[in-house]
């Protein structure tokens, strides 16, 4: 099941509002947990959360901005999800087991080399 348009586009600009601030630094903390922004939006649902979060981050590349989705990560591990990697918007080179580490100072991303 999924969102109705309107819903979505609620949920989605209220993601990408806290997202941005994030970004530009008008938050104490660096990233937020997917926990952390569900409860801020009053939603939608962990059943619902990739799809608004996949829908920001179309937006944001329509709009040649950077990954901002890339700030919520899991409180366990400190990481995005699996469905961060499989967003339609990211290149397929960099989808499968893509690592990342991410530290209190920020995200540090780690590429593979072709030849491992």
Request: aromatic fraction near 10%.
């Amino acid at each position: 099941m999924r969102l109705l348009p309107e819903t979505l586009e609620y949920y989605v600009e209220r993601a990408r509002g806290i997202l941005i601030d994030i970004a530009r630094g008008k938050r104490k903390e660096k990233f937020i947990t997917y926990q952390e922004l569900m409860d801020e939006m009053g939603g939608p649902g962990r059943g619902f959360i990739a799809e608004v979060l996949d829908e920001v981050s179309c937006s944001e590349h329509d709009r040649g901005h950077p990954l901002i989705t890339a700030l919520v990560i899991h409180r366990q591990n400190r990481q995005p999800g699996y469905g961060f990697w499989y967003i339609r918007v990211l290149p397929d080179s960099v989808k499968p087991g893509f690592p990342i580490s991410i530290q209190d100072s920020g995200v540090t991303v780690f590429h593979r080399s072709r030849h491992q």
